[in-house]
């Protein structure tokens, strides 16, 4: 059973705090995103990777940065967190065919910054 | 850029059916998809349809795509409580993007 895993479901952090999402595919995909979900606004993507080592900036990087040391794993950075970045954080992965290329994601992690 | 719209509420009555429908504005969208997220979960493929089709049927679940008008449906029969979840629209352009665009997502409530 295909699985994208994240660290934390829920977590509450104080205002400029480091804060660090973690995410694990085990479908040995290339292609791994952050997405931030907000009532009424979807899904808005923040980063994504098509290579370890490789990032691009989504609609809404300002604030976030990533790391992908390992194909496998894909993290999410707030360098100090702030209240406007409480919301549920999606991860997900995909691979880098032709075809539907169905995203896969994590259950979410609800942050919380107080 | 490409916009996906569709309405963010819908309400059934169980047992009724269920039409969730949606609009995009790339003409290029080569895939169209519906992904279901249940409560306090991430999002699910429900199913999907090449642009070169225009309905796809999948036991309860049925997709109906007008390229011409860029709309895209999806039927949900014998709804039951267990549906009750937000259904998100996304598509995914030609050119060898695998980034789709997803819409704001439909919350289906279903009352009995």
């Known amino acids: 059973d295909v699985k994208v895993t994240q660290s934390s479901r829920y977590l509450v952090k104080r205002t400029g705090e480091k804060v660090f999402l973690e995410c694990v595919q085990d479908?040995?995909?290339?292609?791994m995103f952050w997405y931030r979900q907000d009532p009424g606004l979807g899904l808005r993507l923040i980063y994504f990777?098509?290579?370890?080592?490789?990032?691009e900036k989504g609609d809404i990087p300002e604030g976030y940065s990533v790391s992908r040391e390992k194909k496998e794993r894909f993290s999410l950075i707030l360098e100090s967190a702030s209240t406007n970045q409480t919301s549920m954080y999606l991860c997900?992965?995909?691979?880098?065919?032709?075809?539907?290329?169905?995203?896969?994601f994590g259950p979410g992690t609800r942050l919380t910054v107080t | 850029g490409e916009d996906v719209e569709q309405s963010l509420f819908l309400s059934v009555r169980e047992g009724d059916s269920s039409v969730i429908n949606c609009t995009y504005t790339?003409?290029?969208?080569?895939?169209l998809y519906w992904y279901k997220q249940e409560p306090g979960a991430g999002l699910q493929l429900l199913t999907y349809?090449?642009?070169?089709?225009d309905m796809k049927q999948d036991q309860r679940l049925t997709v109906l795509l007008n390229k011409k008008d860029k709309h895209l449906s999806l039927r949900i029969a014998d709804t039951q409580t267990g549906d009750s979840a937000i259904y998100f629209c996304a598509d995914k352009a030609s050119g060898g993007s695998y980034i789709p665009t997803f819409g704001r997502g439909t919350s289906l409530i279903v009352h009995p």
């Open positions: 790339d003409s290029s969208s080569t895939y």
């Open positions: 997900a992965s995909t691979q880098m065919t032709g075809g539907a290329n169905e995203q896969y």
């Open positions: 990777s098509y290579d370890v080592k490789m990032k």
């Open positions: 349809i090449f642009s070169n089709m």
């Open positions: 479908m040995d995909h290339e292609n």
